[in-house]
Protein backbone atom coordinates (compact mmCIF):
# COMPACT_ATOMS: atom_id res chain seq x y z
CA UNK A 1 0.00 0.00 0.00
CA UNK A 2 1.78 3.62 -0.47
CA UNK A 3 0.46 6.39 1.54
CA UNK A 4 0.40 10.16 1.29
CA UNK A 5 2.22 12.54 4.01
CA UNK A 6 0.61 14.90 5.16
CA UNK A 7 2.32 17.93 7.10
CA UNK A 8 1.10 21.13 8.49
CA UNK A 9 3.83 23.90 10.68
CA UNK A 10 3.16 25.56 13.48
CA UNK A 11 6.11 28.56 13.92
CA UNK A 12 7.00 30.69 16.90
CA UNK A 13 8.68 33.65 16.36
CA UNK A 14 9.46 35.89 18.64
CA UNK A 15 9.40 39.74 18.02
CA UNK A 16 12.07 42.11 17.82
CA UNK A 17 10.42 44.31 20.01
CA UNK A 18 12.16 45.71 22.82
CA UNK A 19 9.84 44.95 25.59
CA UNK A 20 7.39 42.17 26.55
CA UNK A 21 3.99 42.27 25.02
CA UNK A 22 2.14 42.95 28.13
CA UNK A 23 4.70 44.83 30.30
CA UNK A 24 8.04 47.47 29.93
CA UNK A 25 10.75 44.29 30.99
CA UNK A 26 13.28 44.15 28.23
CA UNK A 27 13.30 41.38 26.01
CA UNK A 28 17.05 41.01 25.99
CA UNK A 29 18.55 37.25 25.42
CA UNK A 30 20.88 35.92 27.78
CA UNK A 31 20.53 38.10 31.05
CA UNK A 32 20.66 36.86 34.19
CA UNK A 33 17.86 33.93 35.27
CA UNK A 34 14.66 36.50 36.77
CA UNK A 35 16.28 39.51 36.34
CA UNK A 36 13.96 40.57 33.15
CA UNK A 37 10.90 40.13 35.37
CA UNK A 38 7.87 42.33 36.61
CA UNK A 39 4.83 41.82 38.80
CA UNK A 40 2.57 41.84 35.28
CA UNK A 41 5.02 38.97 33.30
CA UNK A 42 4.65 36.80 36.96
CA UNK A 43 1.03 36.93 36.74
CA UNK A 44 1.05 38.92 40.37
CA UNK A 45 -2.69 39.36 42.13
CA UNK A 46 -3.97 42.64 40.96
CA UNK A 47 -1.65 43.63 38.08
CA UNK A 48 -3.29 44.22 34.62
CA UNK A 49 -1.45 44.04 31.10
CA UNK A 50 -1.12 46.70 28.21
CA UNK A 51 -0.72 45.72 24.87
CA UNK A 52 2.49 46.63 22.79
CA UNK A 53 1.47 48.11 19.89
CA UNK A 54 4.77 47.17 18.15
CA UNK A 55 3.88 43.65 18.06
CA UNK A 56 0.90 44.67 16.64
CA UNK A 57 2.75 46.21 13.94
CA UNK A 58 5.32 43.76 13.16
CA UNK A 59 1.82 41.02 13.04
CA UNK A 60 -0.07 42.76 10.66
CA UNK A 61 3.63 43.56 8.60
CA UNK A 62 3.81 39.71 8.29
CA UNK A 63 0.67 39.67 7.08
CA UNK A 64 0.36 42.04 4.69
CA UNK A 65 4.22 40.14 3.57
CA UNK A 66 2.20 36.73 2.97
CA UNK A 67 -0.79 38.21 0.98
CA UNK A 68 -2.88 37.74 3.89
CA UNK A 69 -5.98 39.00 5.32
CA UNK A 70 -5.82 41.57 8.65
CA UNK A 71 -8.38 41.26 10.79
CA UNK A 72 -9.90 44.83 11.95
CA UNK A 73 -11.01 43.31 14.83
CA UNK A 74 -9.50 40.56 16.85
CA UNK A 75 -9.24 39.52 20.16
CA UNK A 76 -7.02 38.06 22.92
CA UNK A 77 -8.00 34.95 25.04
CA UNK A 78 -6.88 32.89 27.64
CA UNK A 79 -5.35 29.20 26.93
CA UNK A 80 -5.78 27.74 30.46
CA UNK A 81 -2.60 25.16 30.99
CA UNK A 82 -0.42 23.99 33.82
CA UNK A 83 3.16 24.24 33.45
CA UNK A 84 6.19 25.31 35.88
CA UNK A 85 7.04 27.71 33.33
CA UNK A 86 4.00 29.08 33.07
CA UNK A 87 3.14 31.35 36.32
CA UNK A 88 -0.26 32.72 35.69
CA UNK A 89 -1.35 29.15 35.01
CA UNK A 90 -2.70 30.11 31.28
CA UNK A 91 -0.73 31.84 28.42
CA UNK A 92 -2.57 35.02 27.03
CA UNK A 93 -2.66 33.95 23.31
CA UNK A 94 -5.87 34.49 20.51
CA UNK A 95 -7.95 31.89 19.61
CA UNK A 96 -11.08 32.43 17.44
CA UNK A 97 -11.14 36.20 16.84
CA UNK A 98 -6.90 36.51 15.49
CA UNK A 99 -4.93 39.44 13.95
CA UNK A 100 -4.19 37.47 10.84
CA UNK A 101 -5.69 34.72 8.56
CA UNK A 102 -6.01 32.98 5.07
CA UNK A 103 -2.33 33.91 3.77
CA UNK A 104 0.28 32.10 1.73
CA UNK A 105 3.70 31.48 0.24
CA UNK A 106 5.22 30.07 -2.75
CA UNK A 107 8.19 27.19 -2.11
CA UNK A 108 9.93 25.58 -5.27
CA UNK A 109 11.26 21.64 -3.86
CA UNK A 110 13.44 19.79 -6.99
CA UNK A 111 12.59 22.67 -9.59
CA UNK A 112 8.91 22.07 -9.02
CA UNK A 113 6.93 25.33 -7.19
CA UNK A 114 3.87 25.09 -5.02
CA UNK A 115 1.30 27.27 -3.13
CA UNK A 116 1.75 26.62 0.86
CA UNK A 117 -1.54 28.25 2.63
CA UNK A 118 -1.15 30.01 5.92
CA UNK A 119 -4.46 29.12 8.36
CA UNK A 120 -3.61 32.20 10.59
CA UNK A 121 -1.56 33.93 12.64
CA UNK A 122 -2.40 35.42 15.71
CA UNK A 123 -0.28 37.77 18.81
CA UNK A 124 0.58 35.57 22.36
CA UNK A 125 3.01 35.62 25.20
CA UNK A 126 6.19 33.54 25.44
CA UNK A 127 6.57 31.06 28.43
CA UNK A 128 9.43 30.71 30.83
CA UNK A 129 12.08 28.29 30.12
CA UNK A 130 13.22 25.01 32.41
CA UNK A 131 16.40 24.46 32.94
CA UNK A 132 17.49 20.46 33.88
CA UNK A 133 20.37 19.91 36.29
CA UNK A 134 22.58 17.26 34.84
CA UNK A 135 24.05 16.34 38.08
CA UNK A 136 20.73 16.10 40.45
CA UNK A 137 17.02 15.26 39.77
CA UNK A 138 15.89 18.78 39.67
CA UNK A 139 14.80 21.59 37.46
CA UNK A 140 15.25 25.29 37.53
CA UNK A 141 12.86 27.81 36.49
CA UNK A 142 13.85 30.93 34.29
CA UNK A 143 11.68 33.72 33.91
CA UNK A 144 13.07 35.92 32.11
CA UNK A 145 11.76 34.84 28.59
CA UNK A 146 7.74 34.83 30.23
CA UNK A 147 6.14 37.67 27.95
CA UNK A 148 8.05 37.79 25.72
CA UNK A 149 6.17 38.51 22.32
CA UNK A 150 5.28 35.64 19.70
CA UNK A 151 3.61 35.39 16.85
CA UNK A 152 2.47 31.99 16.03
CA UNK A 153 2.44 30.99 12.04
CA UNK A 154 0.01 27.97 11.30
CA UNK A 155 -0.02 26.64 7.87
CA UNK A 156 -2.50 24.66 5.87
CA UNK A 157 -1.46 21.03 6.12
CA UNK A 158 -0.04 21.58 2.30
CA UNK A 159 2.98 19.91 2.28
CA UNK A 160 3.23 16.46 1.48
CA UNK A 161 6.98 15.89 2.13
CA UNK A 162 9.66 16.70 4.80
CA UNK A 163 11.69 18.74 2.03
CA UNK A 164 8.82 20.88 1.42
CA UNK A 165 8.24 21.56 4.84
CA UNK A 166 11.73 22.73 4.91
CA UNK A 167 11.56 24.81 2.23
CA UNK A 168 8.21 26.42 4.00
CA UNK A 169 10.16 27.17 7.27
CA UNK A 170 13.00 28.36 5.28
CA UNK A 171 10.49 30.67 3.34
CA UNK A 172 8.95 31.90 6.57
CA UNK A 173 12.00 32.70 8.13
CA UNK A 174 13.46 34.72 5.22
CA UNK A 175 10.84 36.89 5.13
CA UNK A 176 10.46 37.60 8.61
CA UNK A 177 14.42 38.32 8.68
CA UNK A 178 13.90 40.72 5.61
CA UNK A 179 10.74 42.47 7.33
CA UNK A 180 13.29 42.64 10.69
CA UNK A 181 10.74 42.07 12.94
CA UNK A 182 12.59 38.69 14.11
CA UNK A 183 15.75 37.63 14.56
CA UNK A 184 15.32 34.01 13.25
CA UNK A 185 17.96 32.15 16.34
CA UNK A 186 17.20 28.39 16.65
CA UNK A 187 19.28 28.32 18.76
CA UNK A 188 18.25 30.60 21.32
CA UNK A 189 14.48 30.12 20.83
CA UNK A 190 13.33 33.38 18.81
CA UNK A 191 12.51 30.70 15.92
CA UNK A 192 10.57 27.90 16.67
CA UNK A 193 8.76 25.21 15.49
CA UNK A 194 6.39 22.21 15.92
CA UNK A 195 5.29 20.06 13.08
CA UNK A 196 2.05 18.07 12.52
CA UNK A 197 2.54 15.38 10.70
CA UNK A 198 -0.19 11.98 9.49
CA UNK A 199 -0.21 9.37 6.38
CA UNK A 200 -2.86 8.30 4.41
CA UNK A 201 -3.47 6.01 2.36
CA UNK A 202 -3.36 7.46 -1.82
CA UNK A 203 -6.69 8.67 -2.93
CA UNK A 204 -7.85 8.90 0.84
CA UNK A 205 -9.64 12.35 1.79
CA UNK A 206 -10.17 12.23 5.64
CA UNK A 207 -6.74 12.64 6.88
CA UNK A 208 -4.83 10.41 9.18
CA UNK A 209 -4.16 10.13 12.54
CA UNK A 210 -1.40 13.05 13.09
CA UNK A 211 1.32 12.95 15.86
CA UNK A 212 2.85 16.78 16.24
CA UNK A 213 6.68 17.25 17.06
CA UNK A 214 8.40 19.31 19.01
CA UNK A 215 11.80 20.63 20.32
CA UNK A 216 13.58 20.82 17.06
CA UNK A 217 16.34 23.77 17.18
CA UNK A 218 17.73 23.43 13.33
CA UNK A 219 15.82 23.25 9.94
CA UNK A 220 18.24 20.13 9.61
CA UNK A 221 16.23 18.99 12.36
CA UNK A 222 13.21 19.54 11.71
CA UNK A 223 13.26 17.99 8.26
CA UNK A 224 15.42 14.55 10.02
CA UNK A 225 12.44 14.12 12.10
CA UNK A 226 9.76 14.45 9.57
CA UNK A 227 11.65 11.88 7.60
CA UNK A 228 12.08 9.67 10.71
CA UNK A 229 8.12 10.23 11.44
CA UNK A 230 7.58 9.43 7.86
CA UNK A 231 9.20 5.82 8.50
CA UNK A 232 7.60 5.24 11.84
CA UNK A 233 4.24 5.97 11.01
CA UNK A 234 4.54 3.93 7.96
CA UNK A 235 5.91 0.73 9.52
CA UNK A 236 3.10 0.91 11.70
CA UNK A 237 0.43 1.20 9.10
CA UNK A 238 2.09 -1.62 6.92
CA UNK A 239 1.63 -3.84 10.00
CA UNK A 240 -1.86 -3.33 10.53
CA UNK A 241 -1.11 -1.00 13.71
CA UNK A 242 -2.64 2.19 14.97
CA UNK A 243 -0.64 5.58 15.04
CA UNK A 244 -1.53 7.10 18.45
CA UNK A 245 -1.51 10.82 18.57
CA UNK A 246 0.45 12.03 21.36
CA UNK A 247 3.35 14.87 21.25
CA UNK A 248 6.82 13.63 20.41
CA UNK A 249 10.29 15.03 20.95
CA UNK A 250 13.31 14.84 18.75
CA UNK A 251 16.56 13.26 20.39
CA UNK A 252 19.06 14.41 17.79
CA UNK A 253 21.66 12.27 19.45
CA UNK A 254 19.80 8.89 18.84
CA UNK A 255 18.19 10.24 15.72
CA UNK A 256 14.69 8.87 17.15
CA UNK A 257 11.59 10.65 18.58
CA UNK A 258 10.43 10.02 21.65
CA UNK A 259 6.77 10.33 23.57
CA UNK A 260 6.40 13.45 25.62
CA UNK A 261 2.60 13.69 26.23
CA UNK A 262 -0.69 13.18 24.85
CA UNK A 263 -1.91 15.37 21.89
CA UNK A 264 -4.30 17.76 23.26
CA UNK A 265 -7.31 19.45 21.15
CA UNK A 266 -8.27 22.82 21.30
CA UNK A 267 -11.21 22.12 24.03
CA UNK A 268 -8.30 21.00 26.60
CA UNK A 269 -6.77 24.54 27.09
CA UNK A 270 -10.62 26.00 27.75
CA UNK A 271 -10.39 29.04 26.11
CA UNK A 272 -11.88 32.28 26.96
CA UNK A 273 -11.75 35.98 25.59
CA UNK A 274 -9.11 37.70 27.92
CA UNK A 275 -11.37 39.82 30.75
CA UNK A 276 -8.20 42.16 31.19
CA UNK A 277 -8.16 43.07 27.53
CA UNK A 278 -10.14 44.89 25.51
CA UNK A 279 -10.72 43.73 21.60
CA UNK A 280 -7.76 45.04 18.92
CA UNK A 281 -9.64 47.42 16.99
CA UNK A 282 -6.84 48.56 13.57
CA UNK A 283 -7.64 51.20 11.93
CA UNK A 284 -7.33 50.53 7.52
CA UNK A 285 -5.21 53.89 7.49
CA UNK A 286 -2.96 52.27 9.75
CA UNK A 287 -2.76 48.99 7.76
CA UNK A 288 -2.01 51.17 5.01
CA UNK A 289 1.07 52.80 6.29
CA UNK A 290 2.46 49.68 7.61
CA UNK A 291 1.85 48.42 3.95
CA UNK A 292 4.26 51.09 2.74
CA UNK A 293 7.24 50.22 4.89
CA UNK A 294 7.53 46.85 3.63
CA UNK A 295 10.59 46.09 2.14
CA UNK A 296 11.16 44.30 -1.15
CA UNK A 297 10.98 40.82 -0.08
CA UNK A 298 12.13 37.48 -1.13
CA UNK A 299 10.41 36.29 -4.42
CA UNK A 300 10.98 39.88 -5.52
CA UNK A 301 14.28 40.34 -4.81
CA UNK A 302 15.68 36.97 -6.53
CA UNK A 303 13.82 38.09 -9.82
CA UNK A 304 15.26 41.56 -9.82
CA UNK A 305 18.59 39.46 -9.38
CA UNK A 306 18.16 37.74 -12.53
CA UNK A 307 16.53 40.50 -14.43
CA UNK A 308 18.96 43.24 -13.51
CA UNK A 309 22.47 41.59 -12.85
CA UNK A 310 21.68 38.62 -15.47
CA UNK A 311 22.13 36.35 -12.95
CA UNK A 312 21.52 32.49 -13.12
CA UNK A 313 18.05 31.40 -10.78
CA UNK A 314 20.29 29.10 -8.35
CA UNK A 315 22.72 32.34 -7.78
CA UNK A 316 19.71 34.63 -7.60
CA UNK A 317 18.14 31.87 -5.08
CA UNK A 318 21.14 31.39 -2.75
CA UNK A 319 21.88 35.23 -2.45
CA UNK A 320 18.70 36.54 -1.54
CA UNK A 321 17.85 33.98 1.50
CA UNK A 322 18.75 36.01 3.63
CA UNK A 323 18.37 40.03 3.40
CA UNK A 324 21.61 40.21 5.18
CA UNK A 325 23.45 38.60 1.99
CA UNK A 326 21.59 40.12 -0.89
CA UNK A 327 22.61 43.65 0.85
CA UNK A 328 26.11 42.05 1.10
CA UNK A 329 26.42 41.39 -2.97
CA UNK A 330 24.38 44.28 -3.98
CA UNK A 331 27.13 46.62 -1.85
CA UNK A 332 30.10 44.68 -3.83
CA UNK A 333 28.51 44.76 -7.15
CA UNK A 334 28.37 48.65 -6.47
CA UNK A 335 32.49 48.91 -5.54
CA UNK A 336 32.91 45.91 -8.66
CA UNK A 337 30.61 45.95 -11.03
CA UNK A 338 30.91 42.15 -11.97
CA UNK A 339 27.67 41.00 -10.93
CA UNK A 340 28.50 37.26 -11.89
CA UNK A 341 32.36 37.81 -10.58
CA UNK A 342 30.83 38.88 -7.26
CA UNK A 343 28.59 36.20 -7.05
CA UNK A 344 30.75 32.85 -7.97
CA UNK A 345 33.15 34.54 -4.98
CA UNK A 346 30.00 35.15 -2.22
CA UNK A 347 28.86 31.36 -3.02
CA UNK A 348 32.73 29.85 -3.36
CA UNK A 349 34.81 31.76 -1.47
CA UNK A 350 33.20 33.21 1.18
CA UNK A 351 30.26 30.75 2.14
CA UNK A 352 32.99 27.94 2.36
CA UNK A 353 35.02 29.91 5.16
CA UNK A 354 31.73 31.25 6.81
CA UNK A 355 30.60 27.79 7.72
CA UNK A 356 27.16 28.86 7.77
CA UNK A 357 27.75 31.58 9.65
CA UNK A 358 25.96 34.73 9.08
CA UNK A 359 27.63 37.07 6.47
CA UNK A 360 27.54 39.77 9.52
CA UNK A 361 30.00 37.48 11.17
CA UNK A 362 32.56 37.74 7.73
CA UNK A 363 35.39 39.84 8.54
CA UNK A 364 35.35 40.66 4.76
CA UNK A 365 32.79 43.81 4.49
CA UNK A 366 31.37 44.00 0.70
CA UNK A 367 33.18 47.58 0.31
CA UNK A 368 36.55 45.40 0.46
CA UNK A 369 35.12 42.25 -1.76
CA UNK A 370 34.36 44.43 -4.48
CA UNK A 371 37.59 46.51 -3.62
CA UNK A 372 39.53 43.07 -3.78
CA UNK A 373 37.52 42.03 -7.35
CA UNK A 374 38.30 45.35 -8.93
CA UNK A 375 42.11 44.18 -8.42
CA UNK A 376 41.88 41.14 -9.93
CA UNK A 377 39.99 43.11 -12.93
CA UNK A 378 42.54 45.71 -13.66
CA UNK A 379 45.31 43.08 -13.56
CA UNK A 380 46.66 44.66 -10.24
CA UNK A 381 46.85 40.58 -8.86
CA UNK A 382 45.84 37.77 -10.47
CA UNK A 383 42.90 35.45 -9.43
CA UNK A 384 45.08 32.90 -7.47
CA UNK A 385 46.89 35.61 -5.52
CA UNK A 386 43.07 36.94 -4.68
CA UNK A 387 42.16 33.60 -2.63
CA UNK A 388 45.35 34.15 -0.84
CA UNK A 389 44.52 38.00 -0.02
CA UNK A 390 41.09 36.94 0.32
CA UNK A 391 41.95 34.13 3.48
CA UNK A 392 44.33 37.01 5.16
CA UNK A 393 41.16 39.67 4.60
CA UNK A 394 39.10 37.36 6.63
CA UNK A 395 41.75 36.51 9.32
CA UNK A 396 42.59 40.16 10.03
CA UNK A 397 39.71 42.54 8.18
CA UNK A 398 42.12 44.48 6.63
CA UNK A 399 41.72 46.21 2.86
CA UNK A 400 42.99 43.97 0.01
CA UNK A 401 45.54 46.92 -0.90
CA UNK A 402 47.10 46.73 2.54
CA UNK A 403 47.41 43.19 2.33
CA UNK A 404 48.71 43.43 -1.47
CA UNK A 405 51.50 45.84 -0.50
CA UNK A 406 52.60 44.31 2.73
CA UNK A 407 52.89 40.94 1.51
CA UNK A 408 54.19 42.52 -1.97
CA UNK A 409 51.83 40.46 -4.31
CA UNK A 410 51.34 43.00 -6.84
CA UNK A 411 50.93 41.16 -10.15
CA UNK A 412 54.03 41.19 -12.46
CA UNK A 413 52.86 42.13 -15.92
CA UNK A 414 56.61 43.83 -17.06
CA UNK A 415 56.82 41.69 -20.43
CA UNK A 416 60.71 42.38 -21.01
CA UNK A 417 61.32 40.87 -17.30
CA UNK A 418 58.64 38.32 -17.54
CA UNK A 419 59.85 37.01 -21.07
CA UNK A 420 63.77 36.36 -19.68
CA UNK A 421 61.84 33.85 -18.00
CA UNK A 422 59.93 32.76 -20.42
CA UNK A 423 63.34 31.91 -22.49
CA UNK A 424 64.18 30.09 -19.78
CA UNK A 425 61.67 27.93 -19.20
CA UNK A 426 61.67 26.65 -23.20
CA UNK A 427 65.43 26.38 -22.56
CA UNK A 428 65.07 23.99 -19.87
CA UNK A 429 62.18 21.68 -21.52
CA UNK A 430 62.89 21.01 -25.12
CA UNK A 431 61.34 18.07 -25.01
CA UNK A 432 57.97 19.56 -24.16
CA UNK A 433 58.67 22.64 -26.65
CA UNK A 434 58.88 20.49 -29.44
CA UNK A 435 56.03 18.43 -28.24
CA UNK A 436 53.94 21.61 -28.32
CA UNK A 437 55.03 22.37 -31.72
CA UNK A 438 53.70 19.34 -32.60
CA UNK A 439 50.41 20.46 -31.47
CA UNK A 440 49.74 19.01 -28.23
CA UNK A 441 48.77 23.02 -27.23
CA UNK A 442 47.64 21.48 -23.62
CA UNK A 443 50.91 21.99 -22.87
CA UNK A 444 50.65 25.85 -22.73
CA UNK A 445 49.33 25.37 -18.87
CA UNK A 446 52.33 23.28 -18.19
CA UNK A 447 54.27 25.99 -19.53
CA UNK A 448 52.21 28.86 -17.32
CA UNK A 449 52.50 26.74 -14.35
CA UNK A 450 56.45 26.79 -14.45
CA UNK A 451 56.08 30.41 -14.52
CA UNK A 452 53.71 30.84 -11.66
CA UNK A 453 56.06 28.77 -9.42
CA UNK A 454 59.19 31.18 -10.24
CA UNK A 455 57.07 34.18 -9.56
CA UNK A 456 55.85 32.56 -6.96
CA UNK A 457 51.91 33.04 -8.29
CA UNK A 458 52.24 36.74 -9.61
CA UNK A 459 52.93 36.59 -13.16
CA UNK A 460 50.05 38.31 -14.86
CA UNK A 461 48.63 34.68 -16.87
CA UNK A 462 47.31 36.75 -20.02
CA UNK A 463 50.83 38.64 -20.65
CA UNK A 464 51.88 34.39 -19.53
CA UNK A 465 49.95 32.76 -22.52
CA UNK A 466 51.02 35.36 -24.75
CA UNK A 467 54.71 35.45 -24.34
CA UNK A 468 55.12 31.37 -24.22
CA UNK A 469 52.54 31.70 -27.60
CA UNK A 470 55.37 33.80 -29.05
CA UNK A 471 58.36 32.30 -28.34
CA UNK A 472 56.95 29.04 -28.58
CA UNK A 473 56.03 29.55 -32.19
CA UNK A 474 59.49 31.07 -33.36
Known amino acids: ?151 EIVSEPDMRSPEEAYAYLKKIHAILRYLDICDGNMQEGSF ?42 RDLLLDGEVVTQETLQWDPDRNRTTAMRSKEEAHDYRYFPCPDLIPVVIDESWIEEIRS ?17 ELPEYDAVILTASRDLADYFEEAVKN ?9 WIMTEMLRELKGED ?12 ALLKMVDDGTISGKIAKTVFLEMMESGKDPETVVKEKNLI ?11 VQEI ?13 GKTKLMGYFVGQLMQKTKGKANPKIANELFSEELTK
Open 293 to 309: TLPELPDARKERFVNEY
Open 411 to 421: QVSDTGELRGI
Open 1 to 151: MEFETVIGLEIHAQLKTRSKIFCGCSTEFGASPNSHTCQICLGMPGVLPVLNKKVVEYSIKMGLATGSRINTFNQFARKNYFYPDLPKGYQTSQFDLPIVEFGKVEIEVAGKKKVIGITRMHMEEDAGKLIHDDREPVSYVDLNRTGTPLL
Open 192 to 233: RCDANISLRPVGQVELGTRTELKNMNSFKNVQAALEYEVRRQ
Open 359 to 370: VTACNVKAKQLG
Open 426 to 438: IAANPSQAEDYKG
Open 336 to 344: CGKAKKVSN
